[in-house]
């Protein structure tokens, strides 16, 4: 063994004598470091299989240097060496050190970087694996002295162990970069937290910001199992040596989970046909996700406005807070448990009972009863003889779980999670409630029958007469059509009342379908009531078509409808909107300083968003079609929201195309199969958000170039600065800052993907939306847009020219605008 550690010693430094001699500049292809070896730019460590490689890097946008490992290209780096201690220039030093570790050296042999083992010796030597281990070995033993994988940065690879010991709570953990250039220890730590169960969390520092849920022995509760069909593909969970350990497995394929630096988890598996990273799931705090976003006893619904609400029996500790949309305090119990009432001597005959929560998240801090609890039954039976047993869940490979403290972090799925049984006194159950209703069931029944036949007599005597409210009636009765018995119907007189008789002050702007005001309901509410004008071409098809698709749906944005009116005219009424809409912003030189880049882009995610949610997440599949500017509407905190559905098409759940006779719309976000062919889908309201993403980046008008002898539409200027590779002209002056240049960019690049000409190489919003949140995703470059180039033509007849008239363009159509 001694002999052999020697032979491989000096091969080793053979090869290193090699390459400093070489006429030329090589890079290394070691798969160690040996003692005596030093490692310099340009010099790497390759593993054998040449995936992994070891060497010196600097991020983007930076010019510090750094010492890590990357798989295949330095654009993925799954490990950082001196990630807290960066060098300044490119002296630094990789090397065994006198004492055995593996250190980084900078010009002064300063060490800024050591792997730290106690008790190591001068026959070490340090080797990068096939799996992407950076290992330090003992070349007598091969023990492994030290290892990356027990050190990890940000990225999780196959192989790799989240580990924590079960009596002393130390963990191995990911642990977040401080921003995407800067690598070292950011706010976010990611791994195993073992308590009564077994779940992974994202810590902010000690605090909690997301959970996965139970691990029930094959996945956890609340992630998707990595593959139900190839059992290679598979997670695993062991006990070793009092510690709990975590690794995935991918079968043949490369894959690895990234905590990125806004605590996000990111799972990708390497494309080795495309060479990219794909985006498979991302997990972490956002929206519903954030952990305890309700608070005690709430629960949150994504789909749902506002996302908050409290479980039945319960309501909000502090109504204040609530309103303002602030649900840290959560909700408490309005009717006290039999234990409760046992203590105090109030009424004791009713027993509690359980109310059932479908799909949804399991409460944190769950304790699994032992064995003796073989079903569900026998779960609510141990529950309920439990006074501190609160709610209780029966899982098939978990078993039974109980809940005794605050019921935190709890979230409504439209489908997956776990059944919860919450524990509720009797009279919230609604059982008590009934015998008292039958009495008042029989009274009013016979109250009922007088009242009909007195009402049917008096009838015969008054002549059939047709009244003014018959055109009223139609609109109530094709409003009934529509099935949405929980909206609103407001008469028009208190509608009045609110906007001081639709006074011109209170106007907030002028649609399609008519002029919108600002009004103040009696309970204080303030809403915004768009108004049918006369000479709109809209009508009761729009009006009904926009009741029927956005009172169902519930999103953050999207515009809430509150109610209508059909008496006389019909009037929709809105949640208000303070900071009106986003072409009020963005096209205005004096506002466009408000919106610095960070705005911008929260306001271009939710608008993706907003879109997903309408093509893939509502129950109804809806093209929107008039996707614009002026139809982003800003709430106090600069949130987006959709408006105005006129205009939208539902599809059913096998279409992805329509065809209409009946173009609509506005010139400039519609796509050329729409204006050409009439044909819409999904793709449409792609193209209509690729224009607007520009129109925000640029703060230009898509249709503001019809002076530009070279360019027809901003797509046509944006496309030519993108082709000479020089994009800073497109940009918005206000918001272009050097260090954001990277995020811009990749706006701009999703914004051409999507208004490409062809729908087909548009991307979906699914994917949209996950080209935004990647910062290290590679994106397919884009193809010419529709209606980039002004391409005139000779006129037939030269005096044409000479007065001055114009030619006609075939390939671009005149529009005829009608009013909405």
Request: hydrophobic share 40%.
């Amino acid at each position: 063994m001694f002999f052999m550690g020697l032979a491989k010693k000096a091969c080793t430094l053979l090869v290193f004598l090699v390459c400093l001699l070489s006429s030329t500049l090589v890079v290394c292809a070691l798969d160690s470091i040996a003692p005596s070896v030093l490692i310099q730019e340009p010099q790497t460590v390759s593993s054998r299989n040449n995936m992994f490689t070891l060497g010196f890097f600097s991020p983007q946008n930076s010019t510090n240097r750094y010492v890590g490992i990357w798989y295949m290209s330095k654009s993925f780096i799954v490990w950082v060496a001196n990630k807290n201690n960066p060098l300044t220039d490119s002296s630094g030093i990789l090397a065994i050190s006198e004492n055995g570790n593996l250190v980084v050296l900078n010009g002064q042999k300063q060490v800024l970087w050591s792997t730290n083992v106690s008790h190591v010796a001068s026959n070490f030597s340090a080797q990068l694996l096939d799996t992407g281990n950076l290992v330090l070995e003992d070349r007598i033993t091969g023990e492994f002295v030290w290892q990356s994988f027990l050190h990890p940065s940000n990225t999780m690879l196959q192989g790799m162990e989240l580990i924590t010991n079960k009596s002393t709570g130390e963990k191995v953990l990911l642990t977040s970069w401080k921003s995407p250039f800067d690598p070292s220890n950011g706010r976010f730590s990611f791994g195993l937290e073992v308590r009564n169960v077994t779940e992974l969390f994202v810590w902010e520092g000690n605090s909690p910001k997301w959970r996965s849920g139970p691990w029930n022995g094959m996945t956890f509760l609340e992630i998707p199992r990595v593959s139900s069909s190839n059992s290679q593909n598979r997670l695993v969970m062991k006990e070793q040596e009092g510690s709990l350990r975590l690794s995935f497995y991918l079968g043949n394929s490369i894959s690895a989970v990234t905590l990125v630096s806004q605590g996000k988890v990111e799972r990708r598996l390497w494309n080795s046909q495309m060479h990219v990273w794909e985006l498979l799931k991302t997990m972490g705090p956002s929206g519903c996700d954030v952990y305890g976003k309700c608070g005690p006893f709430g629960i949150c619904n994504s789909q749902s406005s506002p996302i908050c609400s409290c479980l039945r029996g319960f309501e909000p500790k502090n109504k204040q807070e609530w309103e303002r949309q602030n649900w840290t305090s959560g909700c408490v119990r309005s009717e006290p448990l039999l234990c409760e009432r046992v203590k105090n001597d109030s009424q004791t005959s009713k027993i509690d009972g359980f109310f059932m929560m479908e799909n949804v998240k399991v409460p944190d801090d769950a304790q699994v009863l032992p064995s003796y609890a073989q079903d569900a039954a026998d779960c609510q039976t141990s529950c309920l003889k439990n006074c501190s047993c609160i709610a209780y869940a029966y899982e098939t490979n978990l078993g039974c779980m109980v809940w005794s403290a605050n019921l935190l972090d709890i979230q409504s799925f439209s489908y997956g999670g776990v059944d919860i049984y919450l524990r509720l006194a009797y009279l919230e159950l609604g059982i008590g409630r009934r015998k008292m209703a039958t009495s008042l069931i029989i009274s009013v029944s016979i109250g009922t029958i007088l009242i009909t036949v007195s009402g049917y007599f008096l009838w015969k005597k008054c002549s059939k007469q047709k009244g003014e409210m018959q055109t009223q009636d139609k609109r109530i009765m094709t409003l009934k059509q529509v099935h949405v018995p929980e909206l609103l119907l407001l008469d028009f007189r208190k509608l009045a009342t609110a906007t001081n008789n639709f006074e011109i002050a209170n106007k907030l702007g002028q649609g399609g379908f008519g002029p919108v005001y600002k009004g103040k309901l009696e309970d204080g509410q303030e809403i915004a009531v768009k108004r049918l004008s006369r000479s709109s071409r809209q009508g009761m098809e729009e009006f009904i078509n926009e009741v029927e698709l956005i009172s169902k749906l519930q999103h953050r944005n999207l515009v809430r409808l509150i109610g209508c009116c059909i008496e006389g005219e019909e009037i929709l009424v809105y949640e208000y909107m303070p900071n009106k809409s986003l072409d009020a912003y963005i096209f205005d030189r004096e506002h466009q300083n408000l919106f610095d880049w960070g705005r911008r882009f929260n306001i271009i995610e939710g608008i993706a968003r907003g879109l997903l949610y309408l093509h893939r997440d509502s129950r109804l599949r809806i093209i929107h079609r008039d996707l614009k500017a002026s139809n982003i509407l800003l709430d106090k905190e600069m949130n987006p929201k959709i408006s105005d559905f006129g205009m939208a098409k539902l599809f059913g759940g096998n279409e992805d195309q329509a065809n209409t006779e009946r173009i609509v719309g506005t010139y400039g976000y519609i796509s050329p199969e729409y204006a050409t062919e009439g044909l819409y889908s999904e793709k449409s309201d792609v193209f209509s958000f690729g224009v607007l993403l520009l129109e925000i980046v640029s703060g230009r008008k898509n249709t503001s170039f019809y002076e530009e002898a070279e360019f027809l539409t901003l797509l046509g200027f944006a496309w030519k600065l993108w082709m000479d590779d020089n994009v800073i002209p497109l940009i918005d002056p206000q918001i272009y800052d050097p260090m954001f240049h990277k995020d811009i960019l990749r706006c701009i690049h999703i914004g051409l993907l999507c208004v490409q000409e062809l729908a087909k190489d548009r991307p979906t919003m699914a994917s949209v939306i996950s080209m935004l949140e990647s910062e290290m995703m590679d994106i397919r470059p884009p193809r010419q847009p529709a209606f980039t180039l002004r391409q005139t033509m000779s006129c037939a007849a030269e005096q044409i020219l000479d007065n001055n008239e114009l030619c006609s363009i075939n390939i671009v159509t005149i529009s005829n605008f009608q009013g909405r």
